[in-house]
């Protein structure tokens, strides 16, 4: 099943609220969880992660919080879901060839690239500026 798990629900959810912000305004987790509904412990390691992925800055101790590390309309929903979920991935084999034996002779295994291609190219298309109109 292709989906996203709660995540890179709520990992997109906290990159919108940050992207509403003013640019390098710091915003606590705990602000920032309970206005976008989601367990502050949670998206506190979930931001932690995108921190060491160069998406988000982060400041500690008094005046400290998070802030989008590049301008919102050069972070695309594609990066922040691959950030917290890993590549995006139709199907295995599409990542992997070595997992199916058969892709050399599957006749559905261009569709699962063809899949691939459109979700990433659309992903790709839509930045944070845009969600956070």
């Given at each position: 099943m292709m989906g996203l798990t709660r995540k890179?629900?709520?990992a997109i959810?906290?990159?919108v609220y940050l992207a509403r912000q003013e640019p390098g305004k710091l915003i606590l987790v705990n602000?920032?969880?309970e206005t976008v509904d989601v367990p502050q412990s949670f998206l506190a390691k979930i931001f932690q992660g995108l921190t060491r992925l160069g998406l988000?800055?982060?400041s500690r101790g008094a005046g400290g919080g998070f802030a989008l590390a590049k301008p919102a309309a050069e972070i695309s929903l594609r990066e922040v879901i691959e950030a917290v979920e890993g590549p995006i991935c139709a199907n295995r084999c599409v990542i992997d060839a070595s997992f199916c034996d058969r892709?050399?002779?599957c006749t559905v295994h261009p569709v699962?690239?063809?899949v691939q291609n459109q979700v990433?190219?659309?992903l790709d298309?839509?930045?944070l500026a845009e969600l956070s109109k």
């Open positions: 890179g629900e709520y959810r906290g990159m602000e920032i969880a988000v800055r982060s892709s050399g002779d699962w690239h063809r990433r190219s659309i298309g839509v930045s």
